[in-house]
């Protein structure tokens, strides 16, 4: 048998984040549409001050909310990514590197974006 020489590929790395935001979007993207669109606003299970600018806020000057809130916005960013690349491939539309760089460029940007504005705000 011939040896084989495997090539360097960055694929597992958008994989992982794909798969990390599949994972928080299946888990955890109903609760949040659940709480933030039905719950509070009808006062359904929680007060509805409970999502008021000074709790939310307070909620985003911590380091652990921080955390959180970074995580949903960066993975669902990377998951959305990856999906509409292959998406593009699964209808037909072949853009190779353009289409590439589009869609991950645009989660690298919202992820800065996220990170700039949580840390703009301060702790």
Same mark, same amino acid.
């Given at each position: 048998?011939? %040896?084989t020489?495997?090539?360097r590929?960055?694929?597992p *790395?958008f994989?992982?984040?794909?798969?990390?935001?599949?994972? #928080?979007s299946?888990?955890? /993207?109903?609760?949040l549409v659940? *709480?933030?669109?039905?719950?509070? %606003?009808?006062?359904v299970?929680?007060p %509805?001050? $409970?999502m008021? &600018?000074p709790?939310?806020?307070?909620?985003? !000057?911590?380091f @652990?909310? !921080?955390g959180?809130i970074?995580?949903?916005?960066?993975?669902?960013?990377?998951?959305?990514? =990856?999906? @509409?690349?292959?998406s593009? =491939?699964?209808? /037909?539309?072949?853009?190779? $590197?353009?289409? !590439?760089l #589009?869609? &991950? /460029? $645009?989660?690298?940007?919202g992820?800065?974006?996220?990170? &700039?504005?949580?840390?703009?705000? /301060?702790?």
């Open positions: 048998m011939k %040896p020489t495997l090539k590929s960055n694929a *790395i994989w992982a984040l794909f798969g990390a935001g599949g994972m #928080l299946a888990l955890l /993207g109903p609760m659940f *709480i933030t669109g039905i719950a509070v %606003p009808l006062g299970v929680l %509805p001050d $409970t008021s &600018y709790h939310m806020l307070a909620f985003a !000057k911590n @652990i909310g !921080k959180f970074f995580a949903i916005i960066a993975l669902f960013l990377w998951h959305a990514a =990856h999906r @509409i690349f292959h593009l =491939h699964d209808i /037909g539309i072949h853009a190779g $590197t353009g289409a !590439k #589009l869609c &991950y /460029g $645009t989660a690298m940007v992820t800065l974006i996220a990170a &700039y504005a949580l840390l703009a705000i /301060g702790f």
